[in-house]
């Protein structure tokens, strides 16, 4: 089976072994009827179907199935997320980022290695300030890159804002 019937199936199972009687899309969130004791529960079964082979994955997962630390890490973010993102978990309702685009520089590494300096300078107020200046200049230089990538069809926009657009 794959990842997400395994947990969804998986937790249902739990709730049900546990005596609650949890209904798919109902007026309850998930996250409210999870005890942590349910969750453990969950990720320790989910763990010996990844090792016995009941859970599909791609290939290359390989490794991390079979180091024991890896997989147990995997399976507590794929159950997380599975909490927080599955629909019927969620009374019907779609996942919402709380912080939308907060990670949204996670991949500049000039920026990882900024942040870097930051927490190392953290004692040191002046260098920090150069620093954070550092920061919020090379986020506005991604800002201004993401912007000229930004392509607008004028021809499909009012005639009173068609001078606005830089094609």
């Keep these: 089976m794959n990842q997400k019937e395994a947990t969804v199936s998986t937790i249902l199972a739990v709730l049900e072994e546990r005596g609650?009687?949890?209904e798919l899309n109902g007026p309850t969130p998930i996250s409210e009827v999870l005890t942590n004791s349910?969750?453990?529960q969950v990720r320790d079964a989910l763990f010996t179907?990844?090792?016995s082979g009941d859970v599909s994955y791609k290939a290359e997962f390989q490794a991390k199935v079979d180091d024991?630390?890896?997989?147990k890490k995997y399976i507590s973010g794929l159950v997380n997320?599975?909490?927080r993102k599955n629909k019927e978990f969620n009374c019907g309702?779609?996942?919402?980022?709380k912080n939308p685009g907060s990670r949204s520089y996670i991949k500049d590494e000039q920026?990882?290695?900024?942040?870097?300096?930051a927490k190392q300078c953290a004692n040191n107020p002046e260098a920090l300030a150069q620093v954070t200046e550092a920061i919020e200049d090379r986020k506005a230089e991604i800002e201004?890159?993401?912007?000229?990538s930004i392509v607008i069809n004028a021809d499909a926009l009012p005639e009173h804002l068609k001078h606005l657009a830089n094609n």
């Design 81 to 83: 997320n599975w909490i």
């Design 93 to 97: 309702q779609a996942y919402v980022a």
């Design 68 to 71: 024991d630390s890896e997989l």
């Design 144 to 148: 201004a890159e993401k912007a000229k």
């Design 49 to 51: 179907m990844f090792r």
């Design 111 to 117: 920026l990882k290695e900024l942040t870097k300096l």
């Design 20 to 22: 609650v009687s949890y």
């Design 38 to 40: 349910d969750k453990e």
